[in-house]
């Protein structure tokens, strides 16, 4: 009886997680997540979760993982470029990464580039929509990108090596080693990916009839992290998390006699945290501090160079009590400073504090309520009060109801602020209020969720241009945005035949409240699509991604748009069995050679090919 | 009979070739023969150039789109020059200039090499000079404001053949009595003099600062300068000797632009409005001709012209949309209002 019940509670808890193509051996071990509010705060939210099996689908650096497998539209200048997202219809600095708990957008232009990101470095990535200020603090309006390093406390010595080659010179190298006991757990990795990125424009010859290709695009991008965990006894957890890396690319070209420019990021992040829990109190306590610097060749022949640094202290002390047998309450204070300096913007320090309350509270095992209040203080501008409400209701075994209302924000960042000239210290942060209803329905191994949801976004920053010819922001605009997410998951297996089959579907209107016009590179319709099917030593998988139109110009003028586009891969791969895995695999990107740009004079390449090599031992 | 037949058609084929080519002298072919060509400079994406025809009816929004396909027009249209049939519309984001046919805009070439951030071009006996930017100080402290050069064009060819360095920044160029004289409002505050015979900068002329839009008329060079929280003022540099004089204007002018001297006047814009006054006036008019509105903060009067006894005036807009120009009646009537492409900034005239 008691066992039925625990069972019905985990599987309530694994109906919040769509998972998607789950590998088919699930090992049972003790994993600590490094985000603990996470999966408390969450259950009236969609969460698609994106495991190391689906991660190893796809093409190593984040973009093509969320481009094929969540609802959030990416804009790419050109493969492997500057990428950009709109989730549920707002702007790139209104999603936020979030990295072990730590919210990594970039304090200069507020933003996150996934191509600046090797999806493998992570255990697993989550993809929750909708707002999370409350939470995770600026950016968390869209929704929120949850990248994971989880530990696990059990005997084992696991190494994982995944090489690949493939077309335009493209090179990978991701390596993981995991040490654990009962007492101690290390992670460590490393993951390099490079590119010559000359690929050809299909169908495109310049004036005097030459093939063009890309030009000037070459990448690289280079990770490093360690994680520890010590169990100090059981109730007391350390944790270090630390992450390097370096991403070296130039910006590849409209016409091959543009000004050859090149741009360099990089980042560290170190992060230590305390976990103690005593019964009925729990203690979370964390300290990073974060690096982040770009340096920007306007000339790539020069040596000049324009540049900006930030690096922040941040300090979350998060308080735990059941207060009831079914109420949770946390008290979260979060204090952070972050020194800002470089060629465009001076050198400025800006401290910000906030407090939050959180509840949480199991009526039963079908009913699930949350609340969260935050404030947040600073010397700079106003913050409003941040809030969320959601309540989780499974009315049986196939049907979930999801309610969510919640207000978040968007800070200015730094380049707002501070731009010389330009910057303007008078913004006050972006905020929205958001509303949705989401319908979770699961029939045998099937799980289909939908939501509706509606964010009414004001104050929202526009760099326009003013006086005597200088662009500044403002906070000019009003936004409305209304869409649905669909989301479904199906996984069986006959016999030793296994199947699986994923499939987003994302409907989107964002409308600038004044114009009445769609925002521009906000695609009305996004569809991805993914099929697996395995047997004994061979796994074949098909996805698709298809983009609706989107507008280019402010005034949506219909013949200014990119068009819209289909993209399918399909890879193949084979487990030799030898070691503890040792799969060798082909993938063919862009099957169909279709002639296809997310932004326009970015195209991107045709047919092209990929093969590579787990192994895990 | 049969070979007869045949040569009497070829006659006649030979007959009609040879009077086509007699027209083809005389007249050019091309759809955009008799009208104005608007540049419209791009914003995020490529510039392009619109068209009306002088009876202002016919309007082709994006002419080099439509006759080249999806050629690669560039970024940042920032000119164009002519030279016979031909016109070079420079693309200075893209460090290109677009050769094309000037009635038919059929693509001929394009000039892709040694031009560095171009920006205005004139043409003598077969050469074209054109100022080149180079590097910015804002990406270049150490050498940024001294760079600028003039790259010198063989038309023949379409190739660089050589620079001439102007140890200054450069933006706008003039060609008068076989010399060259350059302006540039933001680091400069001489007037550039160089004689193209001899490829060399001969001595400048000190003007003042913000000096921008200049014309030449009868042996005078009438150079519009706008200086920030100062007068306007028309600096009139007598070409011969070199001398300079001055109509400075009311403070209700200020931030004057545009100059352009048509009949015997000369026209300039202060914000959205347009005045005039006497080539030969000592005072400038503060009653102006025609207002336009205008949402544009930064794009007011981005570009401008009058010719054929009409106003233009080009809208910026917000550089993110297509924008608007209009044309007026040289005595400020409304005729024709048009939505060209992003950021439209000059005319250019076809007659």
Same mark, same amino acid.
């Given at each position: ?617 | ?45 490529? &510039? ?5 025809? =002088?009876?202002? #009816?016919?309007? +082709?929004? %994006?002419?080099?789109?439509?006759? $080249? ?63 080149? &930017? ?5 990406? =270049?402290?150490? #050498?940024?404001? +001294?760079? %600028?050069?003039?790259?010198?064009? $063989? ?34 505050d001489k007037l550039l003099v160089v004689n193209p015979s001899t490829n060399t900068l001969e001595t400048s002329v000190n003007i003042g600062s913000s000096a921008d839009t200049m014309e030449a008329k009868d042996g005078v060079l009438y150079v519009l300068r706008s200086p920030y929280g100062g007068r306007s003022e028309i600096v009139k540099v007598k070409l011969s000797d070199k001398t300079i004089s001055k109509v400075t204007f009311p403070e209700a002018l200020d931030g004057a632009s545009n100059l352009d001297i048509y009949e015997n006047r000369i026209f300039y814009t202060v914000e959205t409005a347009v005045y005039a006054m006497n080539i030969i006036a000592n005072e400038a008019s503060v009653t102006s001709i025609v207002n336009y509105s205008s949402t544009s903060a930064y794009g007011k009067m981005y570009g401008f012209a009058v010719n054929d006894n009409r106003i233009f005036i080009a809208d910026g807009g917000d550089f993110t949309a297509n924008s608007k120009a209009y044309i007026y009646s040289i005595t400020g009537t409304l005729q024709k209002e048009l939505t060209v492409g992003v950021g439209p900034n000059g005319f250019?005239?076809?007659?």
């Open positions: 009886m008691t066992l039925q019940k625990l069972f019905l509670c985990f599987s309530l808890c694994v109906c919040q997680f769509i998972s998607a193509q789950n590998d088919s051996i699930t090992k049972l071990k003790e994993v600590v997540v490094s985000d603990n509010n996470f999966k408390k705060f969450s259950t009236s939210q969609s969460v698609l979760k994106l495991n190391d099996s689906i991660i190893n689908k796809n093409e190593a650096l984040l973009t093509d993982l969320l481009n094929f497998n969540s609802v959030i539209y990416f804009k790419e200048y050109g493969r492997g470029m500057l990428s950009t997202v709109s989730f549920r219809g707002t702007t790139a600095s209104q999603t936020a990464v979030i990295w072990n708990g730590i919210n990594i957008n970039s304090q200069m232009n507020g933003s996150t580039d996934f191509n600046t990101i090797s999806a493998s470095d992570y255990n697993s990535i989550n993809v929750k929509a909708g707002g999370g200020s409350v939470i995770y603090g600026s950016g968390a309006i869209g929704g929120t990108v949850h990248l994971n390093n989880d530990l696990s406390f059990n005997n084992q010595f696991d190494n994982s090596l995944k090489l690949y080659y493939g077309s335009f010179n493209t090179i990978g190298v991701n390596y993981k080693m995991n040490v654990s006991n009962e007492k101690w757990s290390t992670q460590i990795g490393f993951s390099k990916n490079s590119s010559t990125n000359d690929y050809l424009y299909l169908n495109k010859y310049n004036w005097r009839g030459e093939q063009r290709r890309n030009r000037n695009g070459q990448y690289d991008v280079m990770g490093l992290n360690a994680d520890f965990g010590y169990k100090i006894n059981k109730n007391n957890i350390l944790k270090l998390y630390s992450q390097t890396s370096n991403t070296d690319r130039n910006t590849s070209l409209v016409s091959e006699s543009e000004t050859k420019s090149k741009y360099i990021n990089g980042f560290s992040r170190n992060l230590i945290e305390y976990n103690g829990d005593f019964d009925k109190l729990t203690t979370n306590f964390k300290t990073a501090y974060i690096f982040e610097n770009y340096q920007y060749f306007a000339d790539i022949d020069r040596d000049y160079y324009s540049y900006g640094k930030t690096e922040s202290l941040i300090t979350k002390l998060d308080l735990g009590c059941q207060l009831l047998k079914s109420i949770q309450i946390n008290g979260v204070l979060d204090y952070n400073r972050t020194k800002g300096y470089g060629t465009s913007f001076g050198n400025h320090i800006r401290e910000l504090g906030s407090f939050a309350f959180l509840a949480k509270q199991q009526v039963n095992t079908k009913w699930q309520n949350e609340f969260g209040i935050r404030k947040e203080f600073n010397d700079v501008y106003k913050s409003p009060v941040l809030f969320s409400l959601g309540s989780s209701y499974a009315f049986n075994k196939f049907y979930n109801l999801k309610l969510n209302l919640s207000r978040n924000f968007r800070i200015p960042t730094y380049n707002d602020l501070y731009w010389e000239e330009g910057g303007n210290p008078d913004l006050k942060p972006e905020s929205s209020y958001q509303a949705e209803i989401g319908n979770v329905f699961s029939y045998k191994k099937i799980t289909f969720s939908q939501t509706v949801y509606y964010i009414k976004i004001k104050d929202l920053l526009r760099w326009i241009p003013g006086k005597n010819g200088i662009w500044a922001p403002q906070n000019t605009e009003k936004v409305n945005a209304c869409g649905a997410e669909t989301i479904l998951s199906w996984k069986n297996n006959y016999g030793k035949n296994y199947f699986s089959a994923n499939a987003t579907y994302a409907y989107t209107i964002s409308k600038n409240e004044e114009t009445n016009k769609q925002l521009f590179f906000v695609p009305f319709n996004k569809v991805t699509g993914a099929v697996a099917y395995a047997h004994s030593k061979i796994s074949i998988n098909y996805q698709f991604l298809y983009n609706g139109f989107v507008y280019t110009r402010s005034d949506n003028d219909p013949k200014e748009i990119i068009d819209d586009y289909m993209v399918s891969n399909i890879g193949i791969d084979y487990d030799l069995k030898f070691l503890s895995s040792f799969k060798l695999g082909f993938q063919i990107l862009n099957v169909f050679n279709k002639e296809y740009q997310s932004l326009e004079d970015r195209p991107m390449p045709g047919r092209n090919y990929n093969m590579y090599l787990i192994l895990k031992f | 009979m049969k070979f007869s037949k045949l040569f009497l058609v070829a006659l006649s084929i030979s007959f009609f070739v040879s009077c086509s080519n007699d027209d083809d002298s005389n007249e050019p072919i091309g759809a955009y023969t008799h009208g104005v060509l608007i540049l419209n400079e791009g914003g995020s994406g490529q &510039g392009s150039v619109s068209y009306i025809g =002088n009876d202002l #009816s016919s309007f +082709t929004q %994006d002419v080099y789109g439509t006759v $080249n396909g999806s050629d690669v027009f560039g970024k940042y249209a920032q000119s164009i020059f002519f030279d016979g049939d031909n016109a070079y519309i420079i693309a200075g984001g893209s460090n290109t200039i677009n050769v094309v046919n000037r009635y038919t805009f059929k693509l001929i070439a394009k000039i892709d090499s040694g031009l560095k951030n171009p920006r205005y071009g004139v043409v003598k006996e077969g050469k074209a000079y054109v100022t080149n &930017g180079n590097t910015y100080s804002y990406a =270049n402290p150490a #050498s940024g404001d +001294t760079d %600028d050069y003039i790259a010198v064009i $063989n038309l023949a060819t379409n190739t660089v053949d050589s620079k001439i360095e102007l140890n200054a920044t450069a933006n706008r160029i003039v060609l008068e009595n076989g010399k060259l004289y350059i302006t540039e409002p933001y680091s400069n250019y005239f076809n007659n």
